[in-house]
């Protein structure tokens, strides 16, 4: 989607096209209808009127072109009240209404109600979250059943100055969490660990991200670290398992990172611990904490951010083989700890485990906070609506409140404390890997055992297990499933508390 932003004096209007005109509850209407022909404001009013298009939010009514002009229609919509106006839910609702209308460009005009050129920034934000697809292995599609939108154009008083608020944060915002989405949607046949790491490295390469470092450890050199937790876990994939490392230097020289970890279990069958069959494919997803590390590193490239910034990912497929781990085995982590692999299907923590360690031991980070598709018990507990977030900082805790306030990505913060903490010690090991199911806490006793792994820095655990893909929701920027959560916070997070 080709993303601009133009001032409102269009004379007759723009090829093969659509405007949007909002309709605001107690305000005149748009004046943008002036860009088109003088009778175009009594037909709008009239059919405003007819089709009962008040203001308020959602009804609509499209109108034939005005004659003469290149604008095959018009789509006058209600808003609402222009106080509580959100641009970027806007941006998207039109944009999902008139994605497949069959017209390749979308004129959106925000121009004559004292909107502002952010708020232009963020309905093309909105459009582009909405016009996400993942068609690519869809190959009977009719071209009715295609997006025909190619080009958003926001009409707005200042153009240029969206143009930078959009340049600056909000595209690369756009691409950041779309590109997590791709790697979620994508199936384990294509995305496994040595083609995820192949994808990676291409960051290197692309002009948004240039810059960006991007460093691929295999298993050998893993071996090396002592790195048993996470290899144990690919230990029954044919695939070899990587531990990928992006580095961002856009802050001051030799000023400590902040490390953003990410779990990337790129298929989890639970290993010889089986999962059930039905609804198995959704562990296709089970990469998502570290596509929105990916996600993240790419925004944070691709504008330039003034901090130092390390993602690290952990790949690894966890498959049942003769090779495969058995639960009550014992790994030693690279930090010497040992675990007792009571179930090969709580696998994401041993993963976590080592590259948590990794990450502290190498960078020595000022902060870290890692994203992971960890417990199903996250989903009882927050369901679909909220990250549930477990730290050892007060400080990070509200900082990620913060984020999430500002970047619509929800979290909520759950307790560890010493009591669920004794909940890991194994009579066989230093801890195992799995609690009695009679402790409940799942998703609490899992953050427990990441915290055994990173020490005193400041850190954050982030369970999206109910966030990386959901049933559909009626959130007009978000597709069926694969959401890309995370690496929008994540931005955020950097951008309010790293920066400057
Ligand atoms: N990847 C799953 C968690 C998950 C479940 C993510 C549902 C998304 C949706 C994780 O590896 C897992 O299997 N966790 C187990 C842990 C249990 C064995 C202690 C779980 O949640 O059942
Ligand atoms: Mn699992
Ligand atoms: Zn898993």
């Known amino acids: 989607m080709k993303v601009s932003f133009i001032s409102p004096e269009i004379k007759g209007g723009q090829v093969k096209s659509v405007a949007v005109l909002p309709v605001f509850k107690g305000e005149k209407i748009s004046p943008a209808y002036k860009a088109y022909d003088k009778l175009a404001k009594k037909r709008v009013s009239m059919a405003a009127k007819a089709g009962q298009v008040d203001g308020r939010s959602g009804k609509n009514v499209q109108v034939f072109g005005p004659e003469g002009t290149k604008t095959n229609r018009l789509y006058v919509t209600g808003c609402g009240k222009l106080s509580g106006f959100d641009a970027e839910i806007f941006g998207a609702r039109v944009t999902k209404a008139l994605l497949m209308s069959g017209e390749t460009t979308l004129v959106i005009h925000l121009d004559g109600f004292d909107l502002t050129p952010t708020d232009a920034a963020q309905a093309a934000l909105g459009a582009v979250l909405a016009s996400y697809r993942f068609d690519k292995y869809r190959t009977k599609l009719t071209a009715d059943k295609k997006p025909s939108l190619k080009n958003i154009k926001i009409a707005i008083d200042n153009p ?32 496994y660990p040595t083609s995820y790491a192949a994808r990676i490295k291409k960051m290197e390469t692309q002009t948004e991200t240039a810059g960006m470092k991007v460093q691929i450890l295999g298993e050998a050199q893993m071996k090396k670290l002592g790195m048993g937790a996470l290899l144990g876990v690919g230990q029954g994939s044919p695939r070899a398992s990587q531990l990928v490392i992006m580095k961002w230097s856009g802050g001051k020289k030799g000023a400590k990172p902040v490390c953003l970890v990410g779990k990337g279990v790129t298929f989890d069958t639970g290993g010889i611990s089986l999962k059930p069959g039905a609804g198995m494919w959704d562990m296709k997803g089970d990469m998502g904490g570290s596509a929105a590390v990916v996600g993240a590193m790419h925004t944070i490239a691709a504008r330039k951010a003034k901090a130092n910034v390390i993602g690290i990912v952990g790949l690894v497929e966890n498959m049942p083989d003769g090779k495969a781990q058995n639960p009550g085995d014992i790994v030693t982590s690279m930090s010497g700890q040992t675990i007792e692999v009571q179930n090969t299907d709580a696998e994401g923590r041993l993963v976590l485990a080592d590259a948590l360690w990794y990450a502290k031991e190498k960078f020595k980070p000022k902060a870290m906070i890692d994203l992971a598709t960890l417990t199903g018990a996250i989903i009882v507990c927050l369901g679909h609506e909220h990250a549930g977030v477990f730290s050892n900082s007060d400080d990070i805790a509200e900082q990620l409140q913060a984020a999430a306030d500002n970047s619509t990505e929800a979290v909520w913060r759950l307790p560890l404390n010493k009591a669920y903490d004794k909940l890991v010690d194994s009579p066989n090991a230093d801890m195992k890997n799995i609690t009695v199911p009679s402790a409940g806490a799942g998703s609490i006793t899992a953050a427990q055992f990441l915290q055994r792994f990173v020490g005193d820095v400041p850190w954050a655990h982030i369970d999206i297990a109910g966030m990386a893909w959901k049933p559909s929701r009626p959130d007009p920027r978000e597709p069926a499933w694969a959401t890309g959560f995370g690496a929008r916070l994540m931005n955020r997070w950097v951008a309010d508390n790293y920066e400057g």
């Open 160 to 191: 240029a100055k969206a143009r930078k608020a959009w340049n600056m944060f909000y595209g690369p915002v756009s691409a950041g969490t779309n590109i997590a989405r791709d790697l979620v949607m994508e199936p384990a046949n294509k995305l």
